[in-house]
């Protein structure tokens, strides 16, 4: 890890690790720090710059993690807080950042001041509480999970929760929770971690009139989304990392349609960068994937910001499974739908090999979850009793949710758990014994092969990670564009084989044929 990159967040391979799911140390089905800290060598060997680390804090697990009770501690499933720090160090001598998840929305029913709010009525003005409208909640929103975002205590008082009913969401004018969120960024500042990424970065702020939603006519700004009081919070946060000697990442989950508006949360004084998720839920077309690369770029380079690339995370059905099918992107009000469509995951798999080398091409960073090297499909069988995700129950068992993303990963051994440790949390498909780490380590045609060869080329090309693009004339189809050095990136996208522009090949997704690329294949070439 060079101390000297000091804009490593520009160009970074970041790789995600949902705890529970990476690997168990103990046995219990859950997966740990102790797990993590084991195969810090398997993540160096791939190539990646940083983990991302999803909730790692003490939880009731209503949302696996993302209700937090404790946001300086480690939740005991996990390990416990020295244990935390020996990763942190162990990552950095490996030459691996470290970047945790902020909640900033909401907490937990189990957090301290919550606790309170109910038994006390103390800190009731650090969330929303109010008094509803007769036997009716305060206002119309509803849950982004499904349901209403209300829920009553036995006073009577309502209490808001965009998320589940144990989410309850923190009032951010209230100037206590402004002082505890700061003082959290530096605690986990001062044990070395080197970013955060702030969840839900959008929603924090509410109109604190909470006025009934009209969905066909909706108030500017928002009532709960991209309030203008945010950009304050995070030029906040972002003069505290600015204020240590190395160089602390501040990353954004926002989920804006407006290009414009999402660049604005980038500018110089804010945030580092944030997620790209029209890129991620992006149907496999190439009009498509060119018209939202263009408005990214244009969008980052209104404020100098380095745009990001991200195909799956734990929130989103895998891209394998997603590019099998007709329709090939993804929307979360579309998941019960689109879920029940069959795949191909030969074709899926064929697709998502293409797409890792488009991704590790273009300028920015990128970000890998955990399995997408290893070509991992949705589990989609899961049984509904296994199922855990808040979504899937709130729903009525109508939307899947995001447990068949989240399945605990398949190390090695011909039937589960496959290495992972003990019988995982969720259980893991009978049939992934080809796609263990064991299985398609030294295999040249594997997906894991594929991925750490293309993050080595990444690091090692100077024309990669951030910097300028061109696009280069090619037929309907397909995609081709050049980076400095002579670097140039093609994807076939259409039906029938394409001719390949003169260079020397330096990777390709699938096999090339008499200097023919095929459908669905993606190929890396040098022209100096």
Known sequence: MSTADTRWWRHAAIYQIYPRSFADSDGDGVGDLAGVRGHLGYLRDLGIDAIWFSPWYPSPMADAGYDVADYRDIDPVFGTLDEAQALIDE?????????????????????????????????????????????????????????????????????????????????????????????????????????????????????????????AAPPEPHPWNDRDELHELYRRWRRIADAYPQPKALIGEVWLADPLRFARYLRHDELHAAFNFDFLGCP?????????????????????????????????????????????GFEHALRQTRHRMPADLALGTRRARAAALLTFALPGSVYVY??????????????????????????????????????PLPWSGTEPPYGFGGPGWLPQPADWAARTVAAQTGDPSSMLHLYRGTLALRRSLPGLGDGPMEWLDSPDGVLAFRRDGGFVCVVNLSPEPVGLPAGVPLAASGPLADGMLPPDTAVWLTQE
């Open 370 to 407: 955990q399995g997408e090297e290893l070509g991992l499909p949705e589990a989609e069988d899961l049984p509904p009793e296994a199922r855990q995700d808040p979504i899937h129950k709130r729903t009525g068992g109508i939307d899947p949710g995001r447990d068949g993303c989240r399945v």
């Open 91 to 215: 990552a950095h001598a490996a030459g691996i950042r470290i970047i945790i998840d902020i909640v900033p929305n909401h907490a937990s029913v189990e957090h301290a001041w919550f606790r309170a709010a109910v038994s006390t009525g103390e800190f009731r003005d650090r969330f929303h509480f109010r008094s509803g409208r007769g036997e009716a909640p305060p206002n119309d929103w509803e849950s982004i999970f499904g349901g209403p975002a209300w829920t009553r205590v036995a006073d009577g008082e309502w209490y808001l929760h965009l998320f589940d009913a144990g989410q309850p969401d923190l009032n951010w004018d209230h100037p206590a929770v402004r002082e505890e969120f700061d003082d959290i960024l530096r605690f986990w500042f001062d044990r070395g971690v080197d970013g955060i990424r702030i969840d839900s970065a959008a929603m924090v702020a509410k109109d604190p009139a909470l006025p009934d939603f009209d969905p």
């Open 284 to 328: 496999w077309e190439a009009k498509a994937l060119r018209r939202c690369i263009d408005e990214t770029m244009a969008a980052h380079a209104t404020v100098g910001a380095p745009a990001t690339w991200v195909l799956s995370n734990h929130d989103v059905t895998r891209h394998v499974t997603r590019y099998g099918r007709a329709e090939t």
